[in-house]
C-alpha cells in the first residue's frame, strides 16, 4: 500500500471522538466495537458507533451510523471535511463514504493510521449512470 499522509491534530482529535463513541457500540453478537466520527466544514462533530442485530445482516456498522445521523441533520456530499474510524472500513461502508464525497477518511489500520480519500478507497467505482 502507498504512503499514508501524516495525521494532524485535527485528525487525531476526530479519531479520539471515534475511540470514545466505540464504548457505546451494541455488538453483543461480535463483540466487535467500531467507532467512527465525522467533521463537517464547518466544524461540527458527529458520531456513532456500530448497533448489531440478532438476524445478523440488518446490523449497522459506525461509519453508516455517523453518515445516517449527519445527513439527517441536513449535511450533504460535499460538506465533510473528515470522517475518522477505528477500523478500516468494510466495502460497503466505502460505497458510503464515496456517496458523500469524503477526501479524508482516517482509520486506525494494522497498529497504524491511514488516511485516504473515498475515491482511493474504492477504486472504479459504481456510478449511478442514467
Ligand atoms: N463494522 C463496522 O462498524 N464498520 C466496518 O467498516 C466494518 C465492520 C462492524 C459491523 C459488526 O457490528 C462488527 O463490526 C463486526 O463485523
Redesign the pocket.
Known amino acids: 500500500m502507498s504512503d499514508s499522509p501524516s495525521t494532524t491534530q485535527p485528525d487525531e482529535e476526530l479519531l479520539s471522538e471515534a475511540r470514545a463513541v466505540a464504548d457505546n ?1 451494541y ?1 453483543p ?2 463483540g ?1 466495537h ?1 467507532g ?1 466520527a465525522l467533521r463537517t466544514r464547518t466544524g461540527k462533530v458527529y458520531t456513532g ?4 442485530n440478532a438476524s445478523y445482516p440488518l ?5 453508516r ?1 455517523v453518515l445516517s445521523c449527519a445527513a439527517s441533520d441536513g449535511v450533504r456530499p460535499g460538506d465533510i471535511e473528515a470522517v475518522a ?1 477505528t ?4 466495502g ?2 466505502r460505497q458510503w463514504l464515496l456517496e458523500f464525497g469524503v477526501a479524508r477518511v482516517v482509520f486506525a489500520h494494522a497498529g497504524g493510521v491511514q488516511i485516504r480519500s473515498a475515491d482511493e478507497l474504492l477504486p472504479h467505482s459504481f456510478i449511478l449512470d442514467t
Open positions: 457500540a455488538a453478537y461480535s466487535f467500531v467512527a458507533a456500530n448497533v448489531e446490523g449497522v456498522c459506525a461509519e451510523t474510524i477500523a478500516s472500513p468494510c460497503g461502508c
